[in-house]
């Protein structure tokens, strides 16, 4: 490696071709540079990149990309499905952008009362980017009601993907939960790096019993089925919790199985670190223990340990979703995507309204995304491998 | 193996313990006749609730193994052990007719996609593969019951139709469970069925670039031959140790299924028992389901070293 870029570098000087160029420029990158081209390539993960940072874009400023707030409801539209929606009207000088959904006319069934929504054509209400709507707080510091999208005129019935059984804008709803379930998995994994960064480091470093010990307690840890045990730990959480208590203890108890995987990463990349020569020499030149971790290992090992962060993530989503989805998990008035499949949890829910599934797609598409961004960035964690 | 047991077992009785208050005492607010004084005390003393936690441990623990005694169920006010053994049983079964379904699709698949490198063929395996390992469990099954109803009219669910739901075990009920059995194996295997094919394309794919394999090419073997004769067999060792995680994984998954489908299984026992405070029953669950993946482990090992006899002189 190091003979063949001099080499390359006296090449440059005497004939300075592109491809040459392209060379010396490899060899100056600093590393953090060649992952990003490395990863750059990698296309697929390069667009489930742009899909994360967008749904915690979605996240941070829910509020705002919510057409409503969660909690709003009006009693008159449950369960109204999602509208056609129209970006043009027929006038009389021919088309005119003028985006708006058909309203409903509510036909009960002299037998049974059941509620039916028929559309009307005659009935349009406009919607638009930009437009004010409910009042919010961003942040708690600034009040605000300008909202990314809604309807023109305030306390029309624009649902865009339609109402639940109690009026709720599901939209909106399910962007709420981006916040939740999106940062439950970050929360999350964040405990779990730093229970698995302390064990996996001290028994990478130190072996021994001490590794043993910890080895034999993942292998336990593995084993056991997770969503069983996960289901009597949250079932313990008192009901009279607040909400915010009951999220953090939830996390924790998904961090207390989901450490495993990553402790076990970092404690292979210690022992195949520890022989390296940089180590080695650092060592002999009398450099402190703390200080070898910190600054000649750690540095190398960020990158993986990054990739690990991101695939330990959608199993975090995925856990939240089913225990909130069975309603022993996070609960209302907290809004996250489980708590939102929740009322789609029987087929005649589902029967009358498959539009409450919208949520699931949420997860799919959060699930699959942090997958392929994971995989991208497993690939290109070490750049100096071809 | 003993540890591990151990160790579950301090799981289990810890989440018997988590509620706050002890079990009598929900016993008594949820029962509808009154209980008398002494038959409290007779519990009280049963239980061990007066002394020392490891004591109730050991009362409990050593119930189990000396006498299969796993309490009661306060909700169902019959022995825990009554309960809970055909549950038990159709879990295993649906597991290891699920493990096998993973098995005879995700071999093939994995080959095909193996010897048929950065095809189309390979790309849509490799989609799917991934969408399948999205998409929660319970998410597919409300979309399959969904279809179910909305095209076929019919509401799927359950793993007997009605009149055989607390039968007689006959030959009858067995049909009419086969024919229950097909979506909840297909819920269950589609997440194992992708991991699966992910491992079996990777491993054949490392094993098809050894010399050996050119070596046997070079001598004009057939292709089909050479394919099956070496790599594939190669490729499976893995495969046998992935059980030690699809297992776990499978139970572990069947519980959350098995509520949206309302199958006889552990699963939605577990989960009634959890809501209505039942903590002998869900303990005891616990400690079976975790028992049981911990042999589905040990079984795994046991079949690697049967079939990949270098692992014994490791």
Do not use: C
Request: charged fraction near 15%; avoid cysteine.
């Amino acid at each position: 490696m190091t003979s063949s870029s001099t080499n390359s570098q006296e090449d440059a000087r005497s004939i300075p071709t592109d491809d040459v160029l392209s060379e010396t420029r490899i060899v100056l990158a600093s590393q953090w540079k060649l992952i990003w081209w490395k990863f750059r390539k990698h296309r697929l993960a390069m667009f489930a990149g742009l899909v994360t940072l967008f749904l915690y874009t979605l996240a941070i400023f829910a509020e705002f990309f919510a057409p409503y707030l969660p909690q709003t409801y009006s009693a008159a539209h449950t369960h109204l499905p999602p509208p056609n929606i129209h970006f043009f009207k027929i006038t009389d000088d021919g088309w005119r952008f003028y985006p708006h959904v058909n309203g409903y006319k509510v036909k009960v069934d002299p037998e049974s009362y059941k509620r039916t929504y028929v559309i009307d054509k005659e009935i349009s209400y406009p919607f638009g980017l930009f437009v004010n709507g409910e009042e919010y707080s961003l942040f708690g510091i600034f009040t605000m009601n300008m909202r990314l999208i809604g309807a023109k005129h305030a306390g029309d019935p624009v649902y865009l993907f339609g109402t639940d059984r109690l009026g709720r804008d599901v939209l909106s709803r399910t962007i709420y939960g981006t916040r939740i379930s999106m940062s439950v998995g970050l929360v999350g994994v964040g405990l779990s790096l730093l229970l698995g960064v302390i064990l996996g480091g001290i028994s990478g470093y130190y072996g021994g019993f001490v590794d043993n010990l910890i080895q034999r307690t993942i292998e336990i840890l593995r084993s056991l089925p997770t969503i069983p045990l996960w289901m009597g730990l949250s079932a313990a959480i008192p009901l009279t919790w607040h909400p915010i208590s009951v999220y953090f203890a939830i996390t924790i108890i998904l961090s207390l199985i989901g450490w495993t995987s990553l402790a076990r990463e970092v404690r292979g990349r210690f022992l195949s670190l520890k022989t390296e020569d940089f180590v080695i020499a650092a060592r002999l030149d009398g450099v402190s223990e703390i200080q070898i971790i910190v600054r000649h290992m750690a540095p190398s090992m960020t990158s993986h340990i990054i990739a690990s962060v991101t695939l330990a993530i959608p199993g975090m989503i995925l856990a939240e979703t089913a225990l909130s989805f069975l309603g022993i998990g996070l609960r209302p008035p907290i809004v996250s995507w489980g708590v939102l499949l929740q009322e789609a949890q029987n087929v005649r829910s589902i029967a009358t309204a498959p539009w409450l599934l919208f949520p699931g797609i949420a997860v799919v598409v959060a699930v699959l995304a942090m997958n392929f961004l994971g995989d991208g960035l497993r690939d290109a964690a070490d750049p100096y491998q071809t | 193996m003993v540890p591990t047991l151990f160790i579950v077992s301090i799981i289990a009785f810890v989440v018997i313990q988590l509620p706050p208050g002890d079990f009598l005492a929900s016993l008594i607010s949820s029962s509808s006749e009154t209980i008398d004084q002494s038959q409290i005390d007779a519990l009280r003393e049963r239980y061990g609730l007066d002394e020392p936690v490891y004591i109730q441990y050991w009362k409990w623990i050593s119930g189990i193994i000396v006498n299969g005694d796993f309490g009661d169920s306060f909700e169902w006010n019959r022995p825990v052990s009554e309960l809970i053994w055909e549950r038990l049983g159709l879990t295993v079964f649906i597991s290891i007719i699920t493990l096998t379904f993973i098995w005879i699709v995700a071999i093939p698949i994995g080959i095909f996609s193996a010897v048929k490198k950065y095809t189309l063929g390979d790309y849509i395996v490799t989609v799917i593969g991934f969408i399948g390992l999205a998409v929660p469990n319970f998410l597919l099954a409300l979309i399959l019951m969904y279809i179910s109803f909305r095209y076929f009219g019919q509401s799927v669910g359950g793993l007997f139709s009605p009149e055989y739901i607390d039968a007689k075990w006959s030959l009858n009920r067995v049909i009419d469970l086969l024919q229950h059995l097909w979506l909840p194996v297909i819920i269950l295997g589609t997440a194992g069925t992708a991991a699966l094919i992910r491992v079996m394309r990777a491993n054949l794919l490392d094993e098809l670039s050894k010399l050996y394999v050119e070596a046997a090419r070079a001598r004009g073997l057939s292709e089909l031959k050479l394919l099956f004769k070496y790599p594939v067999r190669v490729a499976l060792n893995p495969l046998v140790s992935a059980i030690a995680w699809v297992f776990p994984a499978l139970i572990s998954g069947s519980a959350i299924t098995s509520i949206v489908l309302n199958l006889q299984t552990t699963g939605p026992l577990l989960y009634r028992s959890l809501q209505s405070q039942d903590m002998y029953l869900a303990g005891s669950l616990i400690l079976l389901v975790s028992v049981l993946t911990i042999i589905g482990t040990l079984v795994s090992d046991i079949l690697l070293a049967w079939i990949d006899p270098r692992i014994q002189l490791q």
